[in-house]
Nanobody, 122 residues
């Protein structure tokens, strides 16, 4: 599956953004989908995951209820709604797809989008 992330931009602290990740292919509904992020000088880190059916969602601890992951299998798209953004959320955000079993580890995701930059100013 090929992925195309969009929706990043510059926002003030406390603001909101919604990221989208459009997937090609007819098997999108069989993939677990996740968002990761990478800030300058930092390793890539897990943000959120949604299972193929949408029945299970997992979030990194630092999200603290501010972000929501969702998907629309009819549109082959996964979303990340980000509210109450903080300067520490500044990073390139990547969507990723996994056809395997449930995992939060980046190495288990075989398809990645190109990333979309989110910049949060203080």
């Amino acid at each position: 599956v090929q992925l195309q992330a969009s929706g990043g931009g510059l926002v003030q602290a406390g603001g909101s953004l919604r990221l989208s990740c459009a997937a090609s292919g007819r098997t999108f509904s069989t993939y677990n989908m996740a968002w990761f992020r990478q800030a300058p000088g930092n390793a890539r880190e897990f943000v959120a995951l949604i299972t193929w059916s949408g029945s299970m969602k997992t979030y990194a601890n630092f999200i603290k209820g501010r972000f929501t992951i969702s998907r629309d299998n009819a549109k082959n798209t996964v979303y990340l709604q980000m509210n109450s953004l903080e300067p520490e959320d500044t990073a390139v955000y990547y969507c990723a797809a996994s056809s395997g079993t449930y995992s939060l580890k980046a190495e288990n995701f075989g398809s990645w989008g190109q990333g979309t930059l989110v910049t949060v100013s203080s």
